[in-house]
Structure formats: C-alpha cells, structure tokens
C-alpha cells in the first residue's frame, strides 16, 4: 500500500509541475548585449546599447569606463565561413613581410569558441563555435577601442566568451 501512495504522490507531483506559467525566454538581443554588458563591467561603468535586434544579426554598441566596444554576433550557417575568410584575409594581407605585424592574426582562448584569433592592431576578437566539420553556428567579433592593447584582448575575450554562453546553440 505504501507504494501505491508513493507512486500517486509523484504522479500529483510530475502534473503539478506541467502547465504552470513559463517565464518566457528573454530575446536573444537582450540575452547577448546584456551578457557583454556585465562581461564589460570589469572596464568600468556600463552602458549598453542594443543596435540591431535580429535574432541572427545581434549588434551592440557598449561603453564601457574609457573603452568603447562593439560586439556583432551572427547566427549562420555559413559561420566557419565567414570566420575562415576574415581570419585568411587578415593573414594574407598583413601576414610575413608587410609592415604591419599589430595586424596578423594571433590564436586566441575563447570558452564557448571552437576558434578564435585576435587582432592586435584592432583590437578585434574574431570567433565562432561552427568548425570545418559543423559549418552551422555563431560567427562573433568584439572589437574594443581607447583602450590600452593590454587591458583589450582580456576584456574582448570576456565579453565573447559571454556572447558565446548568452547565444542559443546554432
């Protein structure tokens, strides 16, 4: 008898749980600028702005004490693509014998990330978690300026490896 009970019991439990009121899911904008924007707040105090809201084509604006950065985060199926492109670009142009070695591609750690570079002489993170294999995913870069190169690849790397946590899987 003691089963019986205890099996209605989590029965009336497991219904209690179904149809209730969702807290819907805030927007992906929201959830990706807001996530940048408490990744900045190591900079200094935050102000966000969110410039475009397409759940596939994110862009915020952040100032951040003296930094100033902008974030754009793509939802793609073309994501390792795009990262590879920009990444080769970057490398042929400013690559082995050009003046400007600030301007080659640098691996970077960003949690979330199947690759990333930075780009010193930008200060632009560029990374995605799609890989050759995966093409489908995000596509995100954070470029941070009036900031010191020093204090701007961590804060960059922070801000995406929020974005990264923030974006729906892809």
């Known amino acids: 008898m003691a089963g019986g009970r205890l ?8 219904v209690a749980g179904c149809g209730g009121p969702a ?3 805030k ?12 990744a900045a707040a190591r900079a200094g105090r935050v102000t966000v702005r969110i410039l475009a809201h397409d759940a596939t084509n994110v862009v915020c604006a952040l100032d951040a004490g003296r930094a100033r950065v ?3 985060s793509q939802a793609t199926p073309q994501a390792y693509t795009e990262f590879n492109t920009e990444d080769s670009h970057q490398s042929q142009v400013y690559g082995p014998g050009v003046n400007q070695p600030d301007r080659t591609p640098v691996p970077a750690t960003v949690h ?7 780009v010193p002489g930008q200060g632009e993170l560029i990374a995605t978690n799609a890989s050759p294999t995966r093409q489908g995913g995000a596509y995100v870069t954070v470029t941070v300026s009036r900031l010191p190169r020093a204090g701007a690849r961590p804060l ?4 995406g490896e929020a974005v990264f946590a923030a974006h729906p899987a892809s």
Request: proline share 5%; aromatic share 2%; charged share 10%.
């Open 7 to 14: 099996a209605a019991l989590l029965i009336a439990l497991s």
């Open 23 to 25: 807290t819907p899911a």
């Open 27 to 38: 927007p992906v904008a929201q959830r990706v600028c807001g996530g940048a924007g408490r």
């Open 70 to 72: 902008r974030v754009v």
């Open 112 to 118: 979330g990330a199947s690759v990333a570079v930075w």
């Open 156 to 159: 960059a790397v922070a801000i």
